[in-house]
């Protein structure tokens, strides 16, 4: 049986290319998507998120989500990384279809509900609408099957700080209320993310093989591949959200480290990810009072590509 899947989105390039895998993929099921603000508004990302499932012909709803931070002031998008579009600036028409009534944290909770203990959350943006959900039915914290986040780093050096990423940092109230929920967190940070890069060639690969949305995917990606070239000397970009994805697929291609995760709200490690590791205490106990989340340290690079560009290129 598929997983059943929502993907919480801020699309973004690297949005698209993990919804793309996801309803590509033969384990999962995706009932539906939720848009939040991040890379773009959270009303361009429903715009984004409308367009990616009407390249495909799906009809699956798309629920929009919050539009700024729980407290700290919004700050502005991203254009240089997924330009102002949010799609690498190509402008794509408008969508015909519409998001539904529901907001994406009625969606969550009415989905969750309606399908205890089998519905996975998969969040690639800002945790706000997860952090909405908890707080308008705290019981899907028990009901919900696993929540995936891309998101956070721990080792490995931020993206927008020193010490934060960009979902965490974004909205890092929201963030810690999901850490510290009474469910597992399965975060799919910077410590793995930044261990997968997709070359220009995978990517042309995909845009041959998949008459659908392998040249829209090829076409946004120049602009999220330059970014990476520019900034980091990559060759290629970083495999974000897709990994998140990954992990929903085949949790086997990463390693973990166990422990309860807080998030730095305030200050300059504002949007911090800290995992207490076991076996250790501290006269401030911040991390025994909130369940263990799983961190991925660890990432097979090679399987994960290889379990993308096999997904996304029609058998
Ligand atoms: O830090 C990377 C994350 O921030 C990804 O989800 C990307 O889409 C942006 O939202
Ligand atoms: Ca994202």
Known sequence: MPEKLIIDTDPGIDDAMAIFFAMASPELEILGLTTTFGNVSVDQATINALNLLEMVGSSIPVARGISVPMFQTPLPFPDFVHGSDGFGNVNLPAPKGKAIDLSAAEFIVKTVLENPNEVTLVAVGPLG?????????????????KVIIMGGT???????????????????????IV????WRVHMVGLDVTHKV???DELQARVRDSNPDFGQFLYDAGRFYADFYKASRGADGCFVHDASAVAYAINPDLFKVIDGPVRVATEGFAKGQTILKRAGYTYPENHWDVVTDSSVCMEVDEAALLSLYESTLTPQ
């Open 129 to 145: 609408n997860l952090a909405s959900a908890l707080e308008l039915e705290p019981r899907i914290a028990e009901l919900t099957k």
């Open 179 to 182: 850490f510290s929920a009474n």
């Open 154 to 176: 721990i080792l490995e050096t931020g993206n927008v700080s020193p010490v934060a990423e960009a979902n965490i940092y974004n909205d890092p109230h929201a963030a810690d």
């Open 197 to 199: 890069t997709m070359n």
